[in-house]
C-alpha cells in the first residue's frame, strides 16, 4: 500500500482550502469527536447484540465463530489472536463450537502439525441468519431517516470504512 507522506497541510485542523492557519481548538474538536465515535459504535453494537439471543451463543463464541466464517479456516493461534484472547480460552471456545456442530478441526494441507478450524454449513447458516436479523434491524432504523439524512450516514460509513483500514 502506498502512503503519501504527511505535510503541513496535512495536520488536523488545517484549512488548506482557504491557506487559514490550524485552529488550537482542532485537536480538542477531534477528540471530542472519536470519543463520540467511540460511545455510538459501542451503544450501536450492543443494541444490535440483543438479536444475537437468538442464536443461542454466548457473544465470545458468537464473535470466534465470526471469524471463522469471514477469515477461515484458521489455526486455533491465528484465531486467539484476532479475537485477543489466550489460547487456552480459544481452544475452551473452539471446543464448546465444535460439539455444536458449528466448527471442525482439520488438518492443515501443507502442515501436518497444524490444525485449522473451518466452519461447518451449519455453523454459516447460524451467523448469517444472526447477521440477516441484526441488519434487517439497523436497516429499519435507516430507512426511517430522510434522504438527506441516509446521504450524510452512507458518506459517513465510507469514511468509517477508510478510518478503520488504517487502525489496522
Known sequence: MHRRRARAADTPGDD????????PTAPLAAERTADRLHSAAIHLLRRLRREDART????????????????????????ANAEQVR???????????????????????????????????????????????R???????????TEADRDVVERAVEILEGVIGRLR
Not at 112 to 121: P, V, W, Y
Open 16 to 23: 488548506t482550502a482557504s491557506g487559514a492557519p490550524p485552529s
Open 56 to 79: 443461542g451463543l454466548s457473544a465470545p463464541r458468537l464473535s470466534a465463530l465470526s471469524v471463522v466464517v469471514f477469515g477461515g479456516p484458521l489455526t486455533l493461534g491465528e484465531l
Open 87 to 133: 489460547p487456552p480460552t480459544m481452544t475452551r471456545l473452539v471446543s464448546a463450537l465444535e460439539d455444536e456442530g458449528l466448527v471442525t478441526r482439520e488438518p492443515d494441507a501443507s502442515d501436518g502439525r497444524l490444525t485449522r478450524i473451518r466452519a461447518t454449513a451449519r455453523g454459516r447458516t447460524l451467523l448469517m441468519r444472526g447477521r440477516a436479523r
Open 135 to 145: 441488519v434487517a434491524a439497523l436497516s429499519a432504523e435507516v430507512r426511517a431517516l
